[in-house]
């Protein structure tokens, strides 16, 4: 089964960090690119982040450039979202997503002091 | 690319057709000749879903009743007869340019 299930999230303070890992299983995950998507609460779906199969190319969205950084590790099937200098407005539920095809169930990020 | 649906709300009688509309603020043909513009759901509580992929494709397991269709910079989804477990958000999302987009979203309900 082609599986993706997200962990890190949690409660952070205003300009503290965290990192949040997805595992994927079920499909070869070292062939596809994957992405970062975000849905802060009662809002719609805003495009993270994107890391091209090999790590070579990363793209980001201009609310999180210069904040966050998208990884992955093919060798350990796991992608990462490194995330410093948190905002009350990064507060979400943070999905990986292999393309529009394949979801996680998301984990939750709660910036508030 | 700035992607605009309508209706923003849908109220639907069971087994009735629903329809969404997407509008991009430009092409999303790609230089490779193909169109990333797909549909998904969202039912409460859950993570998207998808639908259709590049306009009119139906995902996996996708009930035929949905289909997608349009091109350039206007697409529609469409069911052909409303189900209960349908209701939810949909959101059409572009995938031809970064950064990528979604639209606001649309939400299906019962009448």
């Known amino acids: 089964e082609v599986q993706l299930v997200e962990s890190g999230g949690g409660l952070v303070q205003p300009g503290g960090s965290l990192r949040l890992s997805c595992a994927a299983s079920g499909f070869t995950f070292s062939s596809y690119d994957m992405n970062w998507v975000r849905q802060a609460p009662g809002r719609g779906l805003e495009w993270v982040s994107y890391i091209l199969s090999s790590s070579s190319t990363t793209y980001y969205a201009d609310s999180v450039k210069g904040r966050f950084t998208i990884a992955r590790d093919n060798a350990k099937n796991s992608l990462y979202l490194q995330m410093n200098s948190l905002r009350a407005e990064d507060t979400a539920v943070y999905y990986c997503?292999?393309?529009?095809?394949?979801w996680g169930k998301g984990t939750t990020v709660t910036v508030s002091s | 690319i700035v992607m605009t649906q309508t209706p923003r709300s849908s109220p639907v009688t069971l087994g009735q057709p629903a329809s969404i509309s997407c509008r991009s603020s430009q092409s999303l043909v790609h230089s490779d000749g193909n169109t990333y513009l797909s549909w998904l759901q969202q039912r409460p509580g859950q993570p998207p879903r998808l639908l259709i992929y590049k306009i009119s494709n139906r995902f996996s397991g996708v009930p035929d009743r949905f289909s997608g269709s349009g091109a350039g910079t206007y697409f529609t989804l469409k069911i052909s007869r409303v189900e209960a477990e349908d209701v939810g958000v949909y959101y059409c999302m572009q995938a031809t340019q970064f950064p990528y987009t979604f639209g606001q979203g649309t939400k299906l309900e019962i009448k």
């Open positions: 997503a292999r393309g529009p095809d394949v």
